[in-house]
């Protein structure tokens, strides 16, 4: 088969282009040792240095065709077409008509094109693994041994296109041909679990990369930090790894490991190997914890956990919870909030499995089963608790963004004021839940936030009103506010142990509003007393503008004045003699031409002639 019916064939199929793809790489299978013995007989040429940026190419094409948007296939068949093209252009085709072998040899090399070759070789290999990778979704055996095919051959082309820079190009080219190629040696014994030779050959890119940037001009320096930013994650990963294998990683450590690889594996510049490798070893990591985790205490009683997947999800809450913990700063509110998601995931998760169960258990017939349905049902109530006492604290972070105006658009009282009904009806459904309701000392505390909530809810009604000028309003809603406040504290000092968004400091700062907004809506309501309201102050400017006194207008005429009071003797009604104005003249035509014209006489046109039966028969046309 010729090289150009392989490279037209290329993009309709995976097989065809393998074959392909063979077929180039065994025509160079002896090709270093046919470059060492020619240069040992022949003379070196005198060939200028080569440059090419590798990098640049490389991302450029990426981002041009495909990968931006993850479509390892489609920049797969751009890279077949490329080499299509350089071949044609290069005349570095492997016979036409039938196939002659056409090594890429270091004398052959007399154009920076001529080092592509390799290169989209490689990423040719590269995208189709990562094509393989992202398809087999199971774990088959076969596509994985496809994929690490793939790699091998991404890795070959990539060392065989730093040993042509580091004889034809530049110190540039070659530093970024020696990175390129540790890249892919190191992803292909990344995706083989070879810690020790993947760490090596990514620490060798990223010190490569780092140098590079050091030393070069600020439209190169972005892609050289792009590829220690993406390589940076794998150093971590295999270290974490050999650690692991040598006994060296505490409990501290292992523990941890799960925060730490979550976040790896939602870094963007994270690789898909690398992604799916932290993917495994997450979850690992997490059924590793949860086998300690067998039971949860409920009220004084003890809950055992049979679910695996139950023990994972509530496992992973716990560890969002410390984070949220832990979150301090400037930008904390909006990391808190993206905690909160994920934090309402894993409650929802764990509800979605109890549920499961118990349709699972409610189908037997058994003394055990009706135990074990009975701790699942107050496993279910247990994590409803949870999710409802963080919904609340998730209303109330939400509330102190509003109210201290961190958004773009400034909040309004109503906008409070739902927040609050929020609260209190999630407060509402916790004092409903089964097993929580018995209790007096949880009971006491839900009444107490419920009160705090209501009093925050009716100063922001307050607000509201007064935002409007109705004083009388919102100063009975001030003093509402006040009795509900009053109630809570006599609730929080009954139930001290209550969350700290409802403590006696918000209070007591809840207490210094009241205080004010009630001093301001008195003064407000007295100067509408003394000056009247706003329509009674229109009232009045409209009347001053009448003047009520007697103005020198008496010479005007009263049809002139009408919005004036002003007594005269003798009064002038109206302006006499009238003024004259001018008129637009509006011309008249008259048509008395038309009762002058005679018309002519046609009444001879109407007489019929007499004419036989075939006549008027033709004539009728």
Not at 556 to 584: G, K, S, W
């Amino acid at each position: 088969m010729s090289e150009a019916a392989v490279e037209e064939a290329a993009p309709s199929g995976a097989a065809v282009e393998e074959m392909e793809v063979d077929a180039f790489e065994e025509a160079d299978e002896g090709e270093e040792a046919g470059e060492e013995e020619g240069e040992e007989e022949e003379e070196d040429e005198d060939l200028p240095e080569l440059s090419l940026d590798i990098f640049d190419v490389i991302k450029s094409a990426q981002a041009q065709h495909g990968l931006r948007h993850g479509d390892h296939a489609r920049y797969r068949q751009y890279c077949s077409r490329r080499l299509h093209r350089l071949r044609k252009g290069l005349k570095f085709t492997h016979g036409k008509g039938r196939y002659v072998k056409r090594p890429l040899e270091q004398k052959a090399v007399r154009d920076s094109r001529h080092l592509m070759l390799p290169l989209f070789c490689a990423e040719r290999a590269w995208s189709f693994a990562m094509q393989i990778k992202r398809e087999n979704t199971q774990q088959e055996p076969r596509p994985h041994f496809h994929l690490l095919s793939r790699l091998a051959k991404a890795a070959q082309w990539s060392a065989k296109l730093a040993a042509l820079c580091a004889k034809r190009g530049d110190q540039r080219t070659e530093l970024e041909a020696n990175a390129y190629a540790a890249f892919m040696s190191g992803n292909m014994h990344l995706e083989r679990e070879h810690w020790g030779p993947a760490l090596s050959a990514f620490k060798r890119c990223a010190t490569i990369s780092s140098e590079l940037c050091r030393v070069s001009m600020a439209e190169q320096v972005h892609l050289y930090r792009q590829m220690v930013a993406e390589v940076e994650p794998s150093v971590r990963f295999c270290a974490y790894n050999l650690r692991r294998l040598n006994g060296e990683v505490e409990g501290a450590e292992e523990a941890t490991l799960g925060v730490e690889v979550e976040g790896l594996a939602g870094d963007e510049a994270t690789s898909d190997i690398l992604r799916s490798k932290l993917e495994h070893v997450l979850q690992e990591t997490r059924a590793k914890q949860a086998k300690d985790l067998n039971e949860i205490e409920l009220l004084g009683e003890r809950i055992p956990i049979k679910s695996d997947k139950t023990r994972v999800c509530i496992l992973q809450s716990r560890q969002l919870l410390i984070e949220l913990a832990n979150e301090t700063g400037e930008t904390a509110s909006e990391q808190q909030m993206g905690l909160y998601d994920k934090l309402f995931v894993a409650f929802n998760d764990a509800l979605e499995s109890v549920r499961a169960d118990l349709r699972a258990t409610s189908k037997e017939h058994s003394a055990k089963a009706g135990v074990a349905e009975g701790h699942l049902q107050k496993l279910q109530v247990y994590l409803q608790w949870q999710k409802l006492h963080h919904t609340v604290r998730r209303t109330l972070l939400l509330v102190e963004r509003h109210r201290g105006g961190s958004g773009k658009k400034r909040s309004s009282p109503e906008d409070l004021v739902r927040l609050y009904d929020s609260i209190i009806a999630t407060l509402a459904e916790m004092s409903q839940l089964e097993h929580y309701k018995e209790d007096e000392q949880l009971m006491g505390q839900v009444a107490a936030r419920t009160a705090c909530a209501k009093a925050y809810r009716c100063y922001y009604v307050g607000e509201s009103y007064g935002a409007v000028e109705k004083w009388r309003e919102a100063q009975a809603l001030y003093a509402r506010a006040a009795v509900l406040m009053g109630d809570g504290v006599q609730l929080l000092d009954e139930y001290a142990d209550v969350d700290e968004g409802e403590s006696k400091a918000a209070l007591e700062a809840l207490d210094r509003l009241i205080e004010g907004a009630k001093a301001r809506a008195t003064a407000h309501a007295v100067l509408v007393a003394l000056d009247g309201s706003e329509a009674v102050t229109e009232a009045s400017r409209d009347m001053t503008k009448m003047g009520l006194t007697q103005t020198a207008v008496a010479n005007v005429p009263l049809l002139q004045r009408l919005d004036h009071f002003a007594a005269a003797d003798p009064d002038n009604l109206i302006a006499f003699p009238p003024t004259l104005e001018t008129v637009p003249c509006k011309p008249l035509l008259f048509d008395i031409a038309r009762n002058q014209i005679q018309f002519p006489d046609l009444s001879s046109r109407l007489k019929s002639s007499k004419r036989s039966t075939w006549g008027s028969w033709f004539s009728r046309g």
